[in-house]
């Protein structure tokens, strides 16, 4: 029964991310990127510390640096993300976005050396056909908002593999209030240096970044963090790379954004190759 209510918790997540995708766009508006990351991550590292008061009196400094690379790749992936929502559209966004549950097998070959099988491969091949059929402009160019976000991928994709690590040592509470506590002074030291320190915000973009901090990030991660415990990685993996298809879904609705059929057919093909890449082995 756990591990059922687990796999809809991991489900739930994915509704309320590919909904952060749209809150993001509406954020845009009215904000600057660093200005939204700034108090998204303030919002969650409050939350966060709020519920691991207790447990930050024992803290170690393995945890502190493993949160706070943890945080770092957190920042690195959000900040590419919103940047580059500026010039692409959010379906874009979200499907290059999914590509980081490719990314992690080779990260772990380079790191750990661990074997990237013949799924990991075939996914590989199939994700970059549909980043080129998605993404790519006639003359065979990347457009600046298409590869930001795939940089993003690349940021998420070590979050996640950081993640897969260091939750085995340390105590999860404490790497989740370390990891935004870092990713909220990165956002803020960047929101100076791009000069984003003038504040008009209207009330969409507000509700946008309430939802975005508390929705989005504390609660979804910590709902990720329970359910985790009940769900193998494999499946944990399957089920987050919904998050491009409800942001897609989200995108429609909310910001009648029209889908082409060059679009879809890459969408589909990535979304193939996270599925073909994460599939369990007989073994499983």
Same mark, same amino acid.
């Given at each position: ?20 995708? #749209? ?19 303030? /919002?969650?590292?409050? %939350? ?50 999914? *590509? ?5 097998? %080779?990260?772990?070959?380079? %790191? ?37 976000? *795939? ?6 994709? %070590? ?15 404490? *790497? ?30 507000? /509700? ?22 009940? #769900? ?39 979304? #193939? ?12």
């Amino acid at each position: 029964m756990k591990k059922w209510l687990s796999m809809g918790g991991l489900v739930i997540v994915t509704v309320i991310w590919g909904g952060g995708f #749209v809150a993001s766009d509406l954020a845009l508006d009215s904000m600057r990127p660093f200005q939204i990351l700034t108090i998204r991550f303030f /919002l969650a590292a409050v %939350f966060m510390g709020l519920l691991t008061m207790k447990g930050l009196k024992g803290i170690t400094k393995k945890e502190v640096l493993a949160g706070s690379l943890m945080g770092l790749a957190l920042f690195a992936g959000f900040a590419f993300q919103i940047i580059g929502l500026q010039y692409t559209t959010p379906s874009k966004n979200a499907f290059l976005t999914a *590509l980081n549950v490719v990314m992690v097998p %080779f990260i772990a070959y380079v %790191f750990l050396k661990k074997k990237v099988g013949i799924k990991g491969i075939v996914g590989a091949i199939l994700s970059v056909s549909g980043v080129a059929i998605l993404s790519l402009n006639g003359d065979l160019s990347l457009s600046i908002g298409d590869g930001l976000t *795939l940089l993003c991928a690349v940021g998420f994709a %070590f979050q996640i593999f950081l993640t897969g690590e260091f939750v085995k040592k340390y105590r999860v509470s404490v *790497l989740n209030f370390i990891q935004m506590a870092t990713a909220f002074l990165l956002s803020f030291a960047g929101m100076f240096v791009a000069g984003e320190t003038e504040f008009v915000v209207n009330t969409s973009g507000v /509700l946008s970044v309430l939802y975005l901090g508390v929705v989005s990030t504390t609660i979804c991660y910590l709902i990720q963090t329970a359910c985790q415990q009940y #769900v193998d990685e494999t499946k944990s993996a399957i089920i987050l790379s919904m998050e491009s298809v409800f942001g897609t879904l989200f995108s429609i609705w909310i910001l009648k954004e029209v889908i082409t059929p060059r679009m879809a057919i890459g969408c589909i093909i990535i979304f #193939v190759a996270v599925l073909i890449a994460n599939a369990p082995s007989k073994e499983e």
